[in-house]
């Protein structure tokens, strides 16, 4: 049942100022989340030298331990290094660690390998490496290493992505302490710090953001508290302003795809612009534009119950885009970015849209709409197609957790590329390897397109019998984008649960907050 109240909600807003609280279009049974702040987090330092107590990190990729600045070992605590390494037959392998207790004054040590040479991405494993084992330890934490400044700051981004952790809902056991700082040392202290807190810290927090919505559960992220909650995040950030469109408006515009989605549900869908333009960028913005169905329990081609739970983060793409153009508006970067979260519920009920309902859209186009179920590539309909013509973006990427067939296909080891532009494939290929968050192509062949014609309507969003799922929801979105407009599509659903890695801890994992900020600096026309 929807209420009166959802169709006169109206908020078109064009500041990145936190409007007035909204009147709530539903009747809400949502735990309304704490502070944003993550208590269990430690703030991160960067300085000369630091006490000789607490816990110490020491990072080294061979055997050997590095010379060390910042702290001082005796001869006798090197021995005592030196012969439990031996024992251990710890050799400074990417991703080993040895715990060392009963050292001098430390209460612990823990040496960390990064392999030998490492790269940034290596350094930053090791910090996340570190951050984990050191969850559960009260002190404060020094990591040690060879490290010029810039290096110093990749371990502290690491260490920073790494601590992440969703517990604030724990009021029992398992909640993490208040921590300690951790502080690394070594390098140009001061370069460290200006590195991390230019660059890194302002990703971490895009990151942070991401999986903060992804995480929180339906009955608290639904589309108009995910428009609360962003536009809280950009509060005072400069050069961003923010389009809100609601559900009465989108029908005005006849974007009759998303409203079809989001009919069966009480909470109104929204259409969330934010649009950064840094000083000194070009003048044609690259649109993302992420899925963001804050729950989808399939509408009435109904999910089974097993594991419909997860489906609080079908809004992992629009949480991405939002994170990726919090990171660079905070980093003043010089480039110009539209992101859009294309939000709605997709619920089953007297008012859902029925298998074989036929929408039109933005610009016209029909849909047959035969699975309620595959509802992602039809919210990016419409998105794709406003955007373009409001915006007349120069590139437009689209993020979204749109198929299970993805899963099965690469896991949740790379998310599906698709693309038509060459230019825009290859730079997100290497925005992927430079971030960690990698792609795999896929193909987009023109026979899969045709198994999407329908009889009666100029598209279905289903082919009727088993096919390329993953290549066939592409087909779809990219039949909403004009040909002339290099476009690229990245299926996420495989890489955004995370199992558990040194920089993307278990949980929603925030992909594509890395890769597209990495994205828009490479790819801004200079
Ligand atoms: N949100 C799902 C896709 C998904 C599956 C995400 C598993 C994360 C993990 C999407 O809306 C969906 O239901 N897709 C259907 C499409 C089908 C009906 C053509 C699918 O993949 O089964
Ligand atoms: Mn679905
Ligand atoms: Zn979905």
């Known amino acids: 049942m929807r209420t009166k109240i959802a169709l006169l909600a109206s908020c078109l807003v064009l500041t990145a100022v936190p409007a007035a609280a909204s009147a709530q279009d539903f009747v809400g049974s949502g735990v309304v989340p704490s502070a944003r702040a993550h208590s269990g987090e430690r703030p991160i330092g960067f300085a000369a030298s630091a006490p000789a107590s607490g816990a110490l990190v020491i990072l080294t990729g061979a055997a050997q331990l590095p010379t060390l600045t910042g702290v001082t070992l005796t001869d006798a605590e090197r021995a005592a290094i030196a012969a439990a390494v031996a024992a251990a037959k710890f050799e400074g392998k990417a991703g080993s660690t040895l715990s060392l207790r009963g050292i001098g004054g430390y209460s612990r040590i823990l040496l960390v390998g990064t392999g030998a040479n490492p790269a940034m991405l290596a350094r930053a494993e090791a910090g996340g490496k570190a951050a984990q084992e050191l969850m559960s330890e009260a002190q404060p934490v020094t990591i040690a290493g060879a490290f010029t400044g810039g290096e110093a700051a990749d371990v502290a981004y690491g260490f920073a992505l790494g601590q992440y952790r969703f517990d604030r809902y724990k009021t029992v056991d398992q909640k993490a302490p208040p921590a300690d700082a951790v502080t690394v040392v070594g390098g140009d202290s001061a370069a460290a710090r200006a590195a991390f807190t230019g660059r890194h810290a302002p990703l971490v927090d895009g990151v942070r953001l991401s999986r903060d919505l992804a995480n929180e559960p339906a009955n608290v992220i639904y589309p108009e508290s ?52 840094g000083t000194g960028s070009a003048a044609a913005p690259l649109a993302m534009i992420g899925k963001g169905i804050t729950f989808d329990s399939g509408g009435i081609s109904i999910k089974p119950a097993a594991g419909m739970w997860d489906m609080k983060a079908d809004m992992s793409g629009a949480a991405s885009v939002m994170g990726a153009a919090l990171s660079l508006a905070r980093s003043r970067a ?101 971030s960690g968050e990698r792609l795999w192509r896929m193909p987009l062949n023109p026979k899969y397109a045709e198994r999407m014609k329908s009889d009666i309507a100029d598209i279905r969003n289903i082919a009727p019998s088993q096919g390329p799922g993953a290549s066939l929801g592409a087909h779809f979105i990219g039949f909403f984008v004009d040909e002339k407009l290099p476009w690229a599509h990245l299926d996420i659903a495989g890489v955004n649960d995370a199992s558990g890695t040194p920089l993307v801890p278990k949980g929603q994992s925030g992909f594509g907050v890395r890769l597209l900020d990495q994205l828009a600096r490479d790819a801004e026309v200079k």
Do not use: C, W
Not at 258 to 274: D, Y
């Open 226 to 277: 995910f428009v609360a909650e962003v536009r809280k995040a950009f509060a005072g950030t400069a050069n961003v302003t923010i389009e809100v469109l609601d559900e009465a408006q989108m029908r005005k515009l006849n974007m009759g795809s998303i409203v079809g989605v989001g009919q069966g549900s009480p909470r109104g869908s929204r259409l969330m612009i934010v649009r950064y333009r």
């Open 334 to 434: 010089p480039v110009h970015v539209v992101a859009v979260a294309a939000l709605a519920e997709n619920m089953p009920d007297g008012n859902a849209q029925r298998p074989g309902d036929i929408v039109r859209t933005y610009s016209g186009k029909t849909i047959e709409m035969l699975n309620s179920d595959a509802e992602g590539r039809l919210v990016l309909a419409d998105a794709n197609e406003y955007v373009a013509d409001t915006y007349k973006p120069r590139g437009l990427v689209n993020i979204a957790t749109l198929t299970g067939a993805i899963v099965g296909a690469l896991d949740d080891q790379y998310a599906g590329l698709f693309a038509r532009d060459e230019t825009l494939a290859a730079q997100l290929a290497a925005a992927g390897e430079t």
